[in-house]
């Protein structure tokens, strides 16, 4: 069965810095892998996804993830973070055979000003 | 403009009742999702569907049920067979590959007194 895990429950970057969330999964084949964020109260919005071609993948509001096969990881960048980026963050599998998605636990983002 | 709608927003309810949170969506989407969320435990699977008048059971279907009678809709029936429906219960829609990621609604906010 497939999983995912972010190691990170809670990170605290202060705004302008840089950003890298954590992701790890585990899938037989090659997975369909998705990032999203969440604010409070609200519902998900995707952020980029891969499910094959260049390892480096471009997302909305200036984010970006690398998957790297040797390391089952699909990690999250952003080269500077601003205020709104604060919410939380999940990495989710995508199960071809099963048609369904695993998700992460989530990564809350704090932004210190 | 497509999109999810789930309603109502916030929704109480006396403990034994049945309740049911409505999920629409306009985007011709074959897939639908529903998820419940707790704090610090992400995104549990309740039911998913592929197509309708067919659907099946997620990692925690027990004390729920859906139906998928029309493409646009999948509603939930939170039953009183569940001993702890107080939680945040989000609707999602996808094309049957799953590559393009989920669309998810803003979510229903169910409390049980």
């Known amino acids: 069965a497939q999983s995912v895990t972010q190691p990170d429950i809670h990170i605290t970057v202060s705004e302008g810095a840089s950003l890298e969330l954590r992701c790890n999964y585990s899938y037989g084949a090659t997975p369909y892998l998705f990032w999203y964020v969440q604010s409070p109260g609200q519902g998900l919005q995707l952020l980029l996804k891969?499910?094959?071609?260049?390892?480096l993948v471009q997302g909305i509001k200036g984010f970006e993830a690398e998957f790297k096969r040797s390391q089952s990881s699909f990690n999250l960048r952003k080269p500077s973070v601003h205020w709104s980026d604060a919410a939380e963050y999940f990495c989710?599998?995508?199960?071809?055979?099963?048609?369904?998605?695993?998700f992460g636990d989530g990564t809350t983002l704090t932004v210190k000003p | 403009d497509g999109g999810i709608t789930q309603s109502p927003k916030y929704l109480f309810r006396k403990e034994g009742q049945n309740v049911t949170l409505s999920c629409e969506q306009n985007?011709?989407?074959?897939?639908m999702y529903w998820y419940r969320q707790d704090p610090g435990q992400g995104l549990r699977l309740i039911y998913y569907s592929q197509i309708v008048n067919d659907f099946q059971k997620g990692d925690i279907a027990e004390g729920y049920s859906v139906s998928r009678e029309k493409k646009e809709s999948f509603p939930l029936t939170v039953t009183s067979a569940q001993k702890n429906p107080t939680a945040f219960y989000l609707c999602?829609?996808?094309?049957?590959?799953?590559?393009?990621?989920?669309?998810f609604g803003s979510g229903t906010r169910l409390t049980v007194v």
């Open positions: 891969y499910f094959s071609g260049d390892t």
């Open positions: 999602a829609s996808s094309i049957p590959t799953g590559g393009i990621g989920y669309t």
């Open positions: 985007l011709n989407h074959d897939a």
């Open positions: 989710a599998v995508y199960n071809t055979n099963a048609g369904k998605s695993t």
